[in-house]
């Protein structure tokens, strides 16, 4: 595995190197501090030689200023899969919610605070994960047009399945990226990469996330995205490292 390592490692480093620089500006008269919440809704539903239904829901809320950036989400999702004429098996069935406090030193652009996030999934026979830590982080970006942002923490996490419990120490890297391409219109893009401290090569795994948002109305937009969880280490019945979601649907400012 230390071929992802380096491929998430070379990624943090080269990202802000790769054209995104762009003069910071103020504009008199705005409010220094700038709230961004919204709610995301999501479903598929598939008929004939399988059945298949997906609901997602996503909430996030976020505070951005000049002294401190407060980052939240939950998303949830829940999902059945069969066959005609056989009762649906539950194969999605997930919440996860996060929070990120970030305190910015004065001019610089470096950044520390901390990480929190749970987590269930059924699926993966997760009843629930936590993890707790320090943080620390550079702003490459930070202008009401575009943030580009690296972090590295240490989290303490704490993990119940329904046949074991375990705690452990993880190392955590992030790179999160934000463009609103128009008034109407953004892409966002944010990778995690968290490693076993003990054992790192063979015990990590990863969260990408990426989409385009697109007002329809004053406070509705349109999005579709894609969400990829890889699990180097998969629990007991689930076979697969990868577990990849494509998701549409509309979200609501408010």
């Given at each position: 595995m230390?071929?992802?390592?380096?491929?998430?490692?070379?990624?943090?480093?080269?990202?802000?190197?790769?054209g995104f620089a762009q003069d910071e500006a103020v504009v008199e008269g705005e409010s220094a501090v700038q709230w961004e919440r919204n709610v995301s809704l999501g479903a598929t539903y598939r008929e004939g030689n399988?059945?298949?239904?997906?609901?997602?829901?996503?909430?996030?809320?976020?505070?951005f200023s000049e002294d401190f950036d407060l980052?939240?989400?939950?998303?949830?999702e829940y999902g059945k899969t069969g066959t005609p004429g056989t009762p649906k098996a539950q194969t999605e069935g997930q919440v996860r919610g996060q929070s990120e406090y970030?305190?910015?030193?004065?001019?610089?652009?470096?950044?520390?605070?901390?990480?929190?996030?749970?987590?269930?999934?059924?699926?993966?026979?997760?009843?629930?994960?936590?993890k707790l830590g320090p943080s620390i982080g550079y702003y490459f970006i930070d202008t009401d047009e575009m943030k580009l942002d690296a972090t590295f923490g240490l989290n303490y996490v704490y993990e119940r399945t329904r046949t074991s419990e375990d705690t452990s120490g993880e190392?955590?890297?992030?790179?999160?990226?934000?463009?609103?391409?128009t008034e109407r219109s953004s892409y966002y893009l944010n990778l995690e990469y968290n490693a076993n401290?003990?054992?790192?090569?063979?015990?990590?795994?990863?969260?990408?996330?990426?989409?385009?948002?697109?007002?329809?109305?004053?406070?509705?937009?349109?999005?579709?995205?894609?969400?990829d969880e890889?699990?180097?280490?998969?629990?007991?019945?689930?076979?697969?490292?990868?577990?990849?979601?494509?998701?549409?649907g509309l979200s609501y400012d408010f």
């Amino acid at each position: 595995m230390k071929s992802i390592q380096g491929v998430v490692l070379a990624t943090l480093i080269a990202a802000p190197m790769a054209g995104f620089a762009q003069d910071e500006a103020v504009v008199e008269g705005e409010s220094a501090v700038q709230w961004e919440r919204n709610v995301s809704l999501g479903a598929t539903y598939r008929e004939g030689n399988t059945k298949k239904s997906l609901f997602t829901m996503n909430l996030k809320g976020d505070r951005f200023s000049e002294d401190f950036d407060l980052i939240n989400s939950l998303y949830a999702e829940y999902g059945k899969t069969g066959t005609p004429g056989t009762p649906k098996a539950q194969t999605e069935g997930q919440v996860r919610g996060q929070s990120e406090y970030r305190h910015k030193f004065g001019d610089s652009k470096f950044f520390a605070g901390a990480y929190l996030v749970g987590l269930h999934d059924a699926i993966k026979n997760i009843r629930f994960r936590g993890k707790l830590g320090p943080s620390i982080g550079y702003y490459f970006i930070d202008t009401d047009e575009m943030k580009l942002d690296a972090t590295f923490g240490l989290n303490y996490v704490y993990e119940r399945t329904r046949t074991s419990e375990d705690t452990s120490g993880e190392y955590r890297a992030a790179l999160n990226y934000l463009w609103k391409m128009t008034e109407r219109s953004s892409y966002y893009l944010n990778l995690e990469y968290n490693a076993n401290m003990e054992e790192v090569d063979t015990d990590n795994n990863g969260l990408l996330v990426t989409g385009l948002r697109s007002q329809v109305y004053e406070t509705l937009s349109m999005f579709i995205e894609v969400r990829d969880e890889y699990d180097n280490l998969p629990d007991a019945g689930v076979a697969e490292h990868n577990d990849t979601t494509v998701l549409a649907g509309l979200s609501y400012d408010f």
